[in-house]
């Protein structure tokens, strides 16, 4: 079974600065993806960026970007310049691969981020 | 907007009673699951659908069930419900066969048992 670990469960920034979010996840598999969710007070979840783990190269997405480690099983989330919109539950999530439809999705607890004025 | 809709977005319940909670998958989408997020923590796997049959299942007791209807539409349900069942119900669709960045949530239904 995989397990996700999210160890921060609060952080706060402040407006325009970077900060990075941390996950480690624990794993058999070799072929799997990993995802930085999203989820405001809305409840929506969503998705901010995802890592094939047979990709060296850390995914980017404008502000966001991660430091993905796969020997270390680290999945990190880098963002830049950050935005009062940006304040919400960050969750970190692994999706196994296998055939056919199996997209279940192991999530773990959450890191609260506030960015502040 | 992810195209997923849920219903309804609150509801209270009594311990013991049964709930449907519903969702409309995104056009064309196949594959759909549940997923139950209690407070403070993140979403626990319940089940999955893939053309109308359940192809996967997470830690929960048979009193969780669920069914995907011929235009993918989809139900939870849970009888005999306990106070620890409180929790956001978030339901996912996907297309099957491809990778998980086309897995949509949507808003989630709250679900309070008192």
């Known amino acids: 079974a995989q397990t996700v670990t999210q160890s921060q469960p609060e952080m706060s920034v402040q407006e325009a600065e970077t900060v990075t979010l941390s996950c480690t996840y624990d794993?058999?598999?070799?072929?799997?993806?990993l995802f930085w969710y999203k989820q405001p007070p809305s409840r929506q979840m969503i998705l901010v960026i995802r890592?094939?783990?047979?990709?060296?190269q850390n995914a980017t997405e404008n502000r966001f970007s991660v430091n993905f480690q796969k020997a270390a099983k680290s999945f990190s989330l880098k963002i830049s310049d950050s935005q009062l919109g940006d304040t919400a539950m960050y969750f970190c999530?692994?999706?196994?691969?296998?055939?056919?439809?199996?997209?279940?999705?192991?999530f773990g607890k959450g890191t609260l981020l506030t960015v502040n004025p | 907007e992810t195209g997923v809709t849920q219903s309804p977005t609150h509801l209270i319940k009594t311990r013991g009673q049964q709930v449907t909670l519903r969702c409309s998958s995104q056009s064309g989408h196949n594959t759909v699951s549940w997923y139950q997020q209690a407070l403070g923590q993140g979403p626990q796997f319940i089940f999955q659908?893939?053309?109308?049959?359940?192809?996967g299942r997470g830690n929960f007791p048979p009193r969780f069930s669920g069914l995907q209807f011929p235009n993918y539409s989809s139900e939870l349900n849970v009888n005999a419900l306990e106070l620890d069942d409180s929790a956001l119900y978030l339901c996912a669709s996907s297309l099957g066969g491809l990778t998980g960045n086309t897995i949509y949530f949507g808003e989630g239904s709250w679900l309070t048992v008192v």
């Open positions: 890592q094939e783990a047979y990709k060296q």
């Open positions: 794993t058999s598999e070799n072929n799997y993806y």
């Open positions: 999530a692994f999706l196994r691969v296998s055939g056919g439809s199996n997209y279940k999705l192991t």
């Open positions: 659908y893939y053309r109308e049959e359940e192809n």
